[in-house]
């Protein structure tokens, strides 16, 4: 029965450490193909790191839409005209390739050329780390 016991024990432990090592790369590969991915004009800038230096505190996610597309979501903390905002972005994923679809500050939508305006903010004062 001890040895019964013992063996349940060890099965339980080997399940939590495969299920916890599943757990450990911080992005799926949704996420890293738009973190890792750039926008025309700015081909030598990935998106992530831009990301990463302009907002404080960036968090990624990704789901599947309810029309059935990949979502990437980012939402991230920033300063926006020397005020402080919170901004929401979501890319279709299709393959190696993304788009933005949705593009928010403080909650309010924005319009594609007011959207393409802050995407070229963003990327346009990204300073690779020397």
């Not at 016991?5 to 757990?23: D, H, Q, R």
């Not at 890792?36 to 404080?56: C, M, R, S, T, W």
């Given at each position: ?94 393959g190696?390739?993304?788009e933005?679809?949705?593009f ?27």
């Amino acid at each position: 029965m001890k040895i019964k016991n013992f063996s349940l024990m060890m099965i339980s432990a080997l399940l939590m450490i495969t299920l916890f090592a599943g757990c450990g790369s911080k992005y799926d590969e949704n996420i890293m193909t738009v973190r890792e991915g750039h926008f025309d004009g700015y081909p030598n800038v990935q998106v992530g790191d831009a990301f990463d230096q302009f907002f404080d505190d960036g968090q990624w996610d990704s789901f599947t839409s309810t029309e059935n597309k990949t979502v990437v979501e980012f939402k991230g903390s920033c300063m926006w005209n020397n005020i402080p905002a919170k901004l929401r972005m979501q890319f279709t994923v299709t393959g190696n390739r993304f788009e933005v679809n949705y593009f928010a500050i403080d909650g309010n939508p924005v319009t594609i050329e007011e959207g393409i305006d802050s995407i070229e903010k963003i990327l346009s004062d990204y300073r690779p780390k020397k």
